[in-house]
């Protein structure tokens, strides 16, 4: 059948192929004059079939110098004949194959020293990657070829330099097994965690903090929230209040900010300056559920109001922009609309002078929305100063201003909506969807408001029908239009069995534990690297990729790898299963040094260590009102802890075993194989957490 359809494209001269598929990004390249294909087993045929290099080019629907360079190049006809006269072209979008995506990037940072999207890569017709970068100008700029010589270059190189480029390939792989490597070997039985390690990796942290605007290290800026979320949990083991000055300052500054939507809620990708004004405006899914699990952490922690309306207005966002309606959650939103970066979402002083009327003046002074703009012109709204002190400075009261900013933002956000949209990559990425669920379930616990749950069953509900295959363990990693697709990667495993611990604290509902316990065991299956403790980020049957990776990185999001160690210790806990808590504590044991060193790369991985150092403070409610018991117990800021509802006679957990309430009360603090006695409130509680389970 294959050879058939070999054929009748050979008949037709491979016209582009994208039409067929159901990814936004690829769909936006389906009309250019290029012949694209997807990643697919006839294009590998054709490359060896014709011995014409590959030309594999990657980015996502979000991406702004993607559509740049689409425009630029991929649509100009002269350039396209180049291309579809001496390569085979395949565009892949990067989230629906982040496998790919992770190779080609290594490859082409290894060539180059950088890497970034559009990431455009040339391989041999075996698939093997001989040379690449990411944008390329129409004509020579920016200390850049230009892309028509770029292709012309490497075809030159191909033909006359064959056996060259054929050892290039050779050795670029050899390389990337080679770094692949990283994590095979323990460092030693005899190691253990301490508390100057972590003292160390606060130290090295705070050699990149950005004193002034928070943050860490120079533009642009991304929101790290690892970082943060290790200085929230530093600051209350510690009582060090220089962390949490830190970790604080760092959310300020992002939600007063421009990356973050003053008007419609919800957070761009990362900031273009030091101050976190001009965001490069794409909206992704994964940073907003992110930015809304540190943020339910600092709320518990310090109960700021600002952090309560920012948690609201951006689960609105979500819900409003990137919810589909039986329960998943969207990709994300473009930086673009009309053709330009953040057209969407600016102001020129006049249109809100027009729309305000008489209460333009204060609204644009609290906003900075100013005359001349505060960005090429425009203006993105961002907070300067907090409500009181703008209060102060201008003779207003707070309840006048109150209004004015609540009725001008709904006035703005109304016009806003009636503006050309930017463009919605509707796909629905399983691993994305568990990350935002972890996030509600925080948002709920943080708040108490019962419609982040409802939406965290929702969603939980949605991914467990439509992602896992006839009901089994095993999952798709994308879903679209009623059909899942992409085996699913390591990522959309480990953060599923994350969510659904998090899922069965809120509920109390234990069967999302005993799913999550499957999930792990199907991963420990399939994905566990044989001479080592670590997990390979594929399917051990996946066979369309040249090198199997292993990602330790926690970067934009958590990698597989930290998270999968979070989720066998915890489940440890739950069931009483030794292995699993051994496993977890040598695959930290096997990045001690690492992480200390580097804790910003290494942010997850940095937070279990300080569990490992700290102990985990395992929480048992046995009560007829166990619920409300929860919720109380939930609204508290408890890092280190597992939690479950239930009694003594549930031989499904271990952790239950023996727990019936008593005179003195029923939530029982276990932690170090030690129990303390019950106590019946959550105030109870944490005096006991504080004073380190003393009683």
């Known amino acids: 059948m294959?050879?058939?359809?070999?054929?009748?494209?050979?008949?037709?001269?491979?016209?582009?192929?994208?039409?067929?598929?159901?990814s936004p990004y690829l769909l936006q390249h389906a009309h250019n004059p290029v012949n694209w294909f997807a990643w697919c087993e006839e294009a590998l045929h054709l490359s060896k079939k014709e011995d014409k290099p590959i030309l594999v080019s990657i980015g996502y629907s979000a991406c702004h110098w993607c559509h740049?360079?689409?425009?630029?190049?991929?649509?100009?006809?002269?350039?396209?004949?180049?291309?579809?006269?001496?390569?085979?072209?395949?565009?892949?979008?990067?989230?629906?194959?982040?496998?790919?995506?992770?190779?080609?990037m290594d490859a082409v940072q290894a060539l180059t020293g950088s890497g970034g999207w559009p990431l455009n890569v040339f391989l041999?017709?075996?698939?093997?990657?001989?040379?690449?970068?990411?944008?390329?100008?129409?004509?020579?700029?920016?200390?850049?070829?230009?892309?028509?010589?770029?292709?012309?270059?490497?075809?030159?190189?191909?033909?006359?330099?064959?056996?060259?480029?054929?050892?290039?390939?050779?050795?670029?792989?050899?390389?990337?097994?080679?770094?692949?490597?990283?994590?095979?070997?323990?460092?030693?039985?005899?190691?253990?965690?301490?508390?100057?390690?972590?003292?160390?990796?606060?130290?090295?942290?705070?050699?990149?903090?950005?004193?002034?605007?928070?943050?860490?290290?120079?533009?642009?800026?991304?929101?790290?929230?690892?970082?943060?979320?290790?200085?929230?949990?530093?600051?209350?083991?510690?009582?060090?209040?220089?962390?949490?000055?830190?970790?604080l300052l760092s959310i300020d500054n992002m939600i007063n900010g421009g990356i973050y939507d003053q008007l419609g809620g919800g957070f761009a990708r990362y900031s273009t300056d030091a101050e976190w004004l001009a965001p490069h405006f794409e909206k992704m899914l994964y940073d907003n559920a992110l930015l809304l699990s540190v943020i339910s952490e600092a709320y518990q922690l310090t109960g700021n109001k600002r952090y309560a309306d920012v948690l609201e207005e951006t689960v609105q966002f979500i819900q409003r922009e990137l919810t589909h309606i039986d329960g998943g959650f969207y990709a994300a939103l473009d930086a673009d609309s009309e053709g330009e970066e953040g057209k969407y979402y600016v102001w020129s002083y006049e249109e809100v002078q027009n729309i305000l009327q008489n209460d333009a003046d204060p609204f644009c002074k609290f906003y900075d929305i100013t005359i001349g703009g505060n960005w090429e012109g425009?203006?993105?709204?961002?907070?300067?100063?907090?409500?009181?002190?703008?209060?102060?400075?201008?003779?207003i009261g707070e309840d006048k201003l109150q209004r004015i900013l609540i009725t001008g933002k709904e006035k703005l956000l109304a016009v806003r909506q009636k503006r050309v949209r930017p463009g919605l990559d509707d796909k629905i990425l399983l691993g994305w969807n568990a990350l935002m669920n972890t996030a509600l379930c925080k948002v709920f616990a943080a708040t108490q408001k019962e419609n982040y749950r409802k939406l965290a069953v929702k969603n939980m509900d949605f991914l467990l029908q439509h992602f896992s295959k006839n009901y089994s363990n095993e999952f798709s990693h994308t879903w679209k239009n009623g059909k899942a697709s992409q085996p699913a990667f390591l990522d959309d495993y480990a953060f599923l069995i994350q969510a659904l611990i998090h899922l069965q604290e809120i509920t109390s509902n234990s069967t999302y534990l005993i799913?999550?316990?499957?999930?792990?065991?199907?991963?420990?299956?399939?994905?566990?690297?044989?001479?080592?403790?670590?997990?390979?980020?594929?399917?051990?049957?996946?066979?369309?990729?040249?090198?199997?990776?292993?990602?330790?990185?926690?970067g934009a999001i958590p990698s597989g790898n930290s998270?999968?160690?979070?989720?066998?210790?915890?489940?440890?806990?739950?069931?009483?299963?030794?292995?699993?808590?051994?496993?977890?504590?040598?695959?930290?044991?096997?990045?001690?040094?690492?992480?200390?060193?580097?804790?910003?790369?290494?942010?997850?991985?940095?937070?279990?260590?300080?569990?490992?150092?700290?102990?985990?403070?395992?929480?048992?409610?046995?009560s007829e009102k166990s619920e409300e018991l929860r919720d109380s117990v939930l609204k508290n800021y408890i890092p280190h802890k597992i939690m479950i509802c239930g009694n003594g006679n549930n031989n499904l957990f271990p952790i239950l075993a023996g727990k019936i309430a008593e005179q003195e009360g029923s939530i029982f603090l276990c932690k170090d194989n030690t129990c303390?006695?019950?106590?019946?409130?959550?105030?109870?509680?944490?005096?006991?957490?504080?004073n380190k389970g003393e009683n």
Not at 2 to 22: A, P, W, Y
Not at 179 to 194: I, R
Not at 204 to 213: G, L, P, R
């Open 515 to 554: 799913k999550a316990k499957a999930i792990a065991e199907f991963v420990l299956e399939n994905f566990k690297v044989d001479e080592g403790c670590f997990f390979y980020y594929t399917h051990k049957n996946q066979k369309d990729i040249i090198v199997r990776k292993k990602e330790i990185y926690d």
């Open 378 to 395: 425009k203006n993105i709204l961002r907070r300067k100063k907090g409500e009181k002190d703008f209060c102060k400075e201008n003779n």
């Open 2 to 22: 294959n050879e058939l359809r070999f054929v009748f494209q050979s008949m037709h001269k491979f016209t582009n192929q994208l039409i067929h598929e159901s």
């Open 124 to 247: 041999t017709p075996q698939g093997k990657p001989f040379y690449g970068g990411t944008y390329f100008p129409p004509l020579q700029a920016f200390n850049r070829s230009s892309w028509k010589d770029v292709l012309l270059s490497i075809h030159k190189l191909f033909t006359e330099k064959r056996s060259e480029v054929e050892t290039q390939s050779e050795t670029l792989i050899a390389h990337l097994t080679k770094s692949n490597a990283v994590g095979l070997k323990n460092s030693g039985e005899n190691d253990f965690f301490t508390q100057e390690q972590l003292d160390e990796a606060f130290k090295n942290i705070t050699q990149s903090a950005d004193k002034v605007f928070g943050g860490f290290g120079k533009a642009p800026k991304f929101p790290q929230t690892f970082v943060i979320q290790f200085l929230l949990r530093y600051y209350f083991t510690t009582q060090n209040k220089d962390p949490l000055q830190q970790a």
């Open 676 to 690: 303390k006695r019950p106590v019946a409130t959550a105030e109870q509680l944490m005096s006991l957490i504080r």
């Open 68 to 104: 740049v360079m689409e425009r630029e190049s991929f649509e100009d006809e002269a350039t396209a004949k180049i291309m579809n006269d001496f390569f085979i072209n395949i565009k892949i979008d990067r989230e629906e194959r982040p496998d790919l995506d992770h190779v080609f």
């Open 563 to 622: 998270i999968m160690a979070d989720n066998l210790y915890r489940l440890s806990l739950y069931f009483d299963i030794p292995e699993w808590k051994n496993s977890s504590i040598n695959n930290v044991k096997a990045l001690i040094q690492t992480v200390t060193n580097y804790p910003s790369s290494f942010g997850i991985w940095a937070c279990l260590m300080q569990e490992l150092v700290n102990g985990t403070n395992e929480i048992v409610i046995v």
